[in-house]
Nanobody, 124 residues
Framework: QVQLVESGGGLVQAGGSLRLSCAAS????????MAWFRQAPGKEREFVAV????????RYADSVKGRFTISRDNAKNTVYLQMNNLNAEDTAVYFC?????????????????WGQGTQVTVSA
């Protein structure tokens, strides 16, 4: 069982930045692909970014490319999401997920564990 705990959300003005963290309670953290998804009110959870176990492979949703950066520190069992130049469309609950699949998936279905989410609100 893997427990994931997100932190770092909050209220920020448009154009501002936030850094999200997700701490995992597992000794096998480096075996998992780690991703961030988000869910806005009334919408389905959508993919944001994923990083494989070695940080050699990273993917982003088109909507966040050039603004968000995903990274991980296997020694700290933590994955991060640096979010810059935020806009109102980024307002959502952000979830981190852990997948045992080796191909760093972007689909919700392939994630085995989820955190409880952290709210990000961007004011215009």
């Amino acid at each position: 069982q893997v427990q994931l705990v997100e932190s770092g959300g909050g209220l920020v003005q448009a154009g501002g930045s936030l850094r999200l963290s997700c701490a995992a309670s597992t000794r096998t953290f480096s075996r998992y692909s780690m991703a961030w998804f988000r869910q806005a009110p009334g919408k389905e959870r959508e993919f944001v970014a994923v990083v494989d176990w070695s940080s050699s492979n990273i993917r982003y949703a088109d909507s966040v490319k050039g603004r968000f950066t995903i990274s991980r520190d296997n020694a700290k069992n933590t994955v991060y999401l640096q979010m810059n130049n935020l806009n109102a469309e980024d307002t959502a609950v952000y979830f981190c997920g852990a997948s045992s699949r080796t191909w760093f998936p972007t689909q919700l279905f392939y994630y085995d564990y989820w955190g409880q989410g952290t709210q990000v609100t961007v004011s215009a």
